[in-house]
Nanobody
């Protein structure tokens, strides 16, 4: 059974930090490019960060560059998103995605809520 389970969301004040985790099972994790997406109410889902299969390359949404870091631990089948200097506009449901680019297959988690407010 394929599963992606996110955790680590919550309510933080502006300027605070949060670390999201996504634990994968049911597929060969190291063969999948992993990403974090987010969707705020009334807005389109947007790609936040991407990490290649062995973590050699990462890319970020321009608005989070310098504040967010994506990493992965293939031995633990886990991808992380470290979020620092959080802003109210970062408030959204954050979802984990795994994509096999060669077979056009991808999987999604249920998402975790991140709220940034004073």
């Amino acid at each position: 059974q394929v599963q992606l389970v996110e955790s680590g969301g919550g309510l933080v004040q502006p300027g605070g930090s949060l670390r999201l985790s996504c634990v994968a099972s049911g597929f060969t994790f190291s063969r999948y490019v992993m990403s974090w997406y987010r969707q705020a109410p009334g807005k389109e889902r947007e790609l936040v960060a991407v990490i290649t299969t062995y973590g050699r390359s990462t890319n970020f949404l321009e608005s989070v560059k310098g504040r967010f870091t994506i990493s992965r631990d293939n031995a633990k089948n886990t991808v992380y998103l470290q979020m620092n200097s959080l802003k109210p506009e970062d408030t959204a449901i954050y979802s984990c995605n795994g994509k096999n680019v060669y077979e056009n297959i991808d999987f999604w988690g249920q998402g975790t809520q991140v709220s940034v407010s004073s």
